[in-house]
């Protein structure tokens, strides 16, 4: 729909990945003329929300999350009757970790105490379920049986088509520039200056750069993430094509972080395994700089595939970019800003947003129009950063 470049809005919508089409789309059902606006053309792979998957899990130590996971389901399967598109395919989600791990233990109390579908699997178990992959003796495994994988593209294309269709207005290739707050907030882009009685921020890896337009300053990690792909050894042979997990593997190798993986879905017959985690880069600035095998991530990927998946080769075969946002916690802010409480802040999605968008979109949209959100958000506060690094000045 042609918009002209100053108009008048109830809502603006700033940054239109999966957090922000969301938050658009709920706005839209709740009969508010909404504007989202996104600084590159779309679609585009820039910042967090691009690829074509994500893993969906109910397995988490946090309950606060299994809990939220419950409605996220339902709106999942919402947008796929709405859209007419499957996004959402049941493959099981598998969990490894070391005996006595204190995360994996949480995760099996969480699910076992919420009646979640789960079960404990031996060793023996899970060589006959995925017989190329190779435990440590003493390592422990459970599955989540509705645990699997998000079309990541297709949701947020589908997102923004539905938000579309209820009246909503897309402008992108139209970066936010400068932000008024007050009873009406002015946004002023690359191309026009819009009104509205309400913003909602959801910036993704720039939200620090918007928000300081704003004079706050949050702790607040832009990283850069190297997503690889693996092939096997000899291609058909392994048996891996069809019993490969959706999997998550924590602190294995005697590693700090996470190892994860899903079937073969973007290029035939190559692995998604990646390292949950990454080095500080500026979203401006994230090509990948050094030689992948002087990366370390890359290199404690390299080393996991060697001894826990032999029939892969210990080199990936395509590396893609992607970001992630992480607060100190790894848990989100949904809040308003601590000044303007008609400007709503959705960041810090740490690397596991995409599974909970629908929920996120729905919480900062409440937030919004003075809804009273369906979950406790004090794990979300912006409060609960009381570092130096957090100032809150009037712009
Ligand atoms: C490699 C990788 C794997 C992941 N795996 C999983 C997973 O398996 N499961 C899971 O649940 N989550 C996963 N995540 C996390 C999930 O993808 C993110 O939490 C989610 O995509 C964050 O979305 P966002 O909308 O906050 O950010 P983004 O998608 O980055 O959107 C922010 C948007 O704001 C726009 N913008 C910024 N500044 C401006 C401005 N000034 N003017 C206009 N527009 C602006 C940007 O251009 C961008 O489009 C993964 C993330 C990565 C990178």
Not at 82 to 109: D, M, W
Not at 257 to 273: A, D, M, N, R, T
Request: proline share 7%; net charge neutral.
């Amino acid at each position: 729909m042609a918009v002209p470049s100053s108009a008048v809005f109830d809502c603006i919508v700033l940054g239109a990945g999966i957090q922000g089409s969301f938050t658009a789309y709920h706005l839209a059902k709740n009969h508010k003329k909404t504007l989202l606006l996104e600084q590159f053309p779309l679609p585009h792979s820039r910042g967090s929300s691009h690829g074509q998957t994500r893993i969906i899990r109910r397995a988490y130590a946090e309950g606060f999350y299994t809990d939220m996971m419950e409605e996220s389901y339902q709106l999942w399967a919402k947008l796929e009757k709405e859209s007419g598109l499957k996004l959402y395919r049941k493959t099981g989600l598998v969990v490894i970790a070391p005996s006595g791990n204190e995360e994996f233990q949480t995760i099996c109390k969480n699910m076992e105490e919420r009646h979640l579908s789960w079960e404990p699997l031996t060793q023996e178990q899970f060589k006959q379920k995925c017989p190329g992959f190779v435990l440590k003796p003493g390592e422990v495994v459970c599955c989540e049986h509705d645990g699997g994988v998000l079309s990541a593209d297709k949701a947020l294309r589908a997102v923004q088509e539905q938000f579309q269709k209820m009246g909503g207005v897309i402008r992108d290739g139209e970066k936010v520039k400068h932000i008024k707050p007050g009873q009406v907030v002015t946004v002023t882009t690359t191309s026009g200056i819009f009104e509205a009685e309400r913003l909602v921020i959801t910036a993704g890896p720039w939200a620090q750069k918007v928000l300081s337009l704003l004079g706050l300053e949050v702790p607040l990690k832009t990283l850069r993430i190297n997503v690889c792909y693996w092939k096997e050894k000899t291609p058909g042979t392994s048996g891996l094509l069809e019993t490969f997990p959706t999997f998550l593997g924590v602190n294995l190798n005697g590693e700090e972080h996470e190892v994860y993986g899903l079937p073969s879905q973007e290029y035939p017959g190559l692995f998604k395994i990646c390292f949950h985690g990454g080095n500080e880069a500026d979203p401006e600035e994230r090509e990948l700089q050094d030689k992948p095998n002087q990366i370390e991530d890359i290199q404690i990927l390299c080393r996991f595939i060697s001894q826990y998946l032999p029939g892969l080769h210990p080199k990936p075969a395509v590396i893609e970019q992607c970001m992630y946002t992480s607060t100190p916690d790894c848990n989100f802010i949904l809040d308003y800003h601590p000044l303007h409480k008609n400007i709503v802040i959705g960041s810090g999605f740490s690397g596991h947003g995409f599974k909970l968008s629908p929920l996120v979109g729905k919480i900062l949209c409440d937030l919004s129009i003075g809804k009273q959100p369906s979950h406790d958000l004090k794990p979300f506060h912006i409060g609960r950063f009381k570092t130096p690094t957090m100032q809150r000045k009037e712009p």
